[in-house]
């Protein structure tokens, strides 16, 4: 039976208007939530607005959860890749039993639409295919290209959360499926990317990474790979998620972190190849939320104490 099916079915007889739960879906991040129908809902999440959060979760859901950026920044990390939307950018996951690295903005505010897979077979139909090869494997990360209907519908369905209307916060929900559908971006598992493509972004993503104190520039990698500029950084952005920048930031900063347990400060960011400390500071900061100082005193107060 589809959404639409199930809440008429109760033809002649008003609907109880529904109320969100709120809950504190992680320390420092609000939710508020709400069954649309049987095996659908729609979340409203939101930072605390004094300071950002970082946690690791293990999903626990079996559901397909489509999210949308409505403000400032969020990070999440699984497998291998990591994900730095835009606001009005989306995403289309599946990953259950899988651990995410999660960070937010303080001022941070996502949709989240969770249909189960059944569901969501029913209801797009054709346009399922795009996505049941890799939910039937068992995860499956893709981008949404962020667009003014996208936002605009995303932004409706925030507010149908908390002021919600069965028959309103059911239409909300479905155009908000249906715009995050439409802006869908290639994946590695997507035949309609050329094989040939994704073998030379894999070997840039090698390349970049090789060396984490010099980075390749994006000339260098395209020249490298075969790619044209535009390909390697639109298929970047598409087959890991993120920048060709973005990406290697993150791994130089993963190394800082390690390296900080032996080294000290001015070792690290030489190792990494700064020539200016406070450079250094300032992207591990951004990264981690803290001074590479602080992570130094850390690991040497818990290896006094060992």
Not at 64 to 91: I, M, N, Y
Not at 110 to 138: C, H, K, R, Y
Not at 178 to 189: A, I, Q, S, V
Not at 266 to 272: D, H, S
Request: hydrophobic share 40%; with cysteine; aromatic share 6%.
């Amino acid at each position: 039976m589809s959404c639409l099916q199930e809440s008429s079915s109760a033809a002649g007889h008003r609907q109880p208007r529904p109320a969100p739960r709120v809950h504190e879906a992680l320390p420092g991040v609000q939710g508020w939530s709400i069954e649309v129908c049987p095996g659908m809902t729609a979340a409203l999440y939101s930072g605390n607005g004094q300071r950002e959060t970082q946690a690791v979760v293990v999903n626990t859901s079996h559901q397909v959860h489509f999210t949308c950026l409505l403000r400032e920044a969020s990070q999440a990390r699984v497998r291998d890749r990591v994900f730095c939307p835009k606001v009005g950018e989306g995403c289309i996951g599946y990953a259950p039993d899988e651990r995410f690295a999660v960070r937010y903005g303080a001022q941070y505010q996502q949709i989240d639409l969770a249909l189960s897979p059944e569901l969501l077979g029913e209801l797009v139909g054709e346009d399922f295919g795009q996505v049941s090869e890799a939910i039937a494997q068992g995860f499956l990360m893709r981008a949404s290209r962020p667009g003014n209907r996208t936002i605009a519908a995303a932004t409706r369905l925030a507010q149908r959360i908390q002021q919600p209307e069965p028959l309103l916060l059911h239409a909300a929900a479905l155009e908000y499926l249906g715009w995050l559908l439409h802006g869908l971006t290639p994946d590695e598992r997507d035949p309609r990317t050329p094989l040939r493509e994704r073998r030379c972004l894999l070997a840039a993503r090698e390349r970049l990474l090789s060396n984490l104190s010099e980075p390749p520039t994006i000339a260098e990698l395209a020249q490298d790979t075969g790619l044209n500029q535009l390909k390697l950084k639109q298929g970047f952005k598409a087959l890991f998620g993120t920048s060709i920048y973005a990406l290697f930031q993150q791994h130089r900063m993963d190394r800082a972190r390690q390296l900080l347990r032996q080294h000290s400060v001015t070792e690290t960011a030489l190792m990494l190849g700064y020539s200016n400390i406070s450079h250094f500071s300032a992207a591990f900061r951004k990264q981690f939320g803290v001074l590479p100082s602080e992570t130094r005193k850390h690991y040497l107060g818990n290896a006094g104490a060992d």
